[in-house]
């Protein structure tokens, strides 16, 4: 079993930054992948970054690139996303999940395990 819990959000004005923080709990955490994903309402849950167990591999969503990081601390079992240059359109609740073991495209919501609460991130013009 693995407990997520997100923090850091908050409103920030249009090309402001935020981190958002993930504390795991759980055995399985340090050997497994984590993904961030953000809902905005009345739209379905979208894939934002995905980062391997070491933190040697990162992917990141097309409407990211270049502005969203994400990066993991195994001893302390926290993953964080870094988010930079940020606009209106991603204004949404940010979750943290825990990859699942089968092979469901990573992008996809259903092949992760463990969900966060989730963590409001708005973003004013």
């Known amino acids: 079993q693995v407990q997520l819990a997100e923090s850091g959000g908050g409103l920030v004005q249009a090309g402001g930054s935020l981190r958002l923080s993930c504390a795991a709990s759980?055995?399985?955490?340090?050997?497994?992948?984590m993904g961030w994903f953000r809902q905005a309402p009345g739209k379905e849950r979208e894939f934002v970054a995905l980062?391997?167990?070491?933190?040697?591999?990162?992917f990141l969503a097309d409407s990211v690139k270049g502005r969203f990081t994400a990066s993991r601390d195994n001893a302390k079992n926290m993953v964080y996303l870094q988010m930079n240059s940020l606009k209106p359109e991603d204004t949404a609740v940010y979750y943290c999940?825990?990859?699942?073991?089968?092979?469901?495209?990573?992008?996809?919501?259903?092949?992760?395990?463990?969900w966060g609460q989730g963590t409001q991130v708005a973003v004013s013009s």
């Open positions: 999940a825990v990859r699942g073991s089968g092979t469901i495209y990573y992008t996809d919501p259903s092949g992760y395990a463990y």
């Open positions: 759980g055995r399985t955490f340090s050997s497994s992948a």
């Open positions: 980062i391997n167990w070491s933190g040697s591999s990162i």
